[in-house]
T-cell receptor
Framework: KQEVTQIPAALSVPEGENLVLNCSFT??????LQWFRQDPGKGLTSLLL?????REQTSGRLNASLDKSSGRSTLYIAASQPGDSATYLC???????????FGKGTSLLVTP | SAVISQKPSRDICQRGTSLTIQCQVD?????MFWYRQQPGQSLTLIAT?????????ESGFVIDKFPISRPNLTFSTLTVSNMSPEDSSIYLC???????????FGPGTRLTVT
């Protein structure tokens, strides 16, 4: 069974800092990995999708990397802003089926 | 990306009753899914809603408790039947893009069962 773990569970940083969120998964037989953002009381917003054959993806100030063999992904946020405050979720899709296995998320607070 | 809407956005229901949640997508999609997010827990896939056939349920979820309809390629409903307080969760609809399989989520329905 695929287990997805996100560390840290919560993080508070001052505005302007660069930060790294970590995601690990137990089964390396994945089809892709997706990072989401969830604001309080809202649904999920897709941030980045990394296919299993890729090493990284970038969108603006966000960069996600994937090391499938070691079962790890990181989300790098550059020059953090208060608007980045949200819960960040990592999810992996198995090679079989369509289910996404989610971590419990990292709750990020960026203070002005 | 698809634009997904859900109704209702939230509801408070009594034990033993049922609630039907609607999911509408602004474009035709083949793959549509229903997830549950219990308080403090990860999102969990309930089922894949198949157009024109019965939904495919994940382990631990059954059709009698979570009947799903998918009458066309833009709409689906999830019913939470005979509710108990343990069903208090956020229920989310999602769709997958045709080639990349990137998944997009609706805003969710926050259900509280008293």
């Amino acid at each position: 069974k695929q287990e997805v773990t996100q560390i840290p569970a919560a993080l508070s940083v001052p505005e302007g800092e660069n930060l790294v969120l970590n995601c690990s998964f137990t089964d390396s037989a994945i089809y892709n990995l997706q990072w989401f953002r969830q604001d309080p009381g809202k649904g999920l917003t897709s941030l980045l999708l990394i296919q299993s054959s890729q090493r990284e993806q970038t969108s603006g100030r966000l960069n996600a990397s994937l090391d499938k063999s070691s079962g790890r992904s990181t989300l790098y946020i550059a020059a953090s802003q208060p608007g980045d405050s949200a819960t960040y979720l990592c999810a992996v899709r198995r090679n079989s089926g369509y289910a996404l296995n989610f971590g419990k998320g990292t709750s990020l607070l960026v203070t002005p | 990306s698809a634009v997904i809407s859900q109704k209702p956005s939230r509801d408070i229901c009594q034990r033993g009753t049922s609630l039907t949640i609607q999911c509408q997508v602004d474009s035709q999609v083949t793959m549509m899914f229903w997830y549950r997010q219990q308080p403090g827990q990860s999102l969990t896939l309930i089922a894949t809603a198949n157009q024109g056939s019965e939904a495919t349920y994940e382990s631990g979820f059954v059709i009698d408790k979570f009947p799903i309809s998918r009458p066309n390629l833009t709409f689906s409903t999830l019913t939470v039947s005979n509710m108990s307080p343990e069903d208090s969760s956020i229920y989310l609809c999602s769709v997958a893009a045709a080639y990349s399989y990137e998944q997009y989520f609706g805003p969710g329905t926050r259900l509280t069962v008293t």
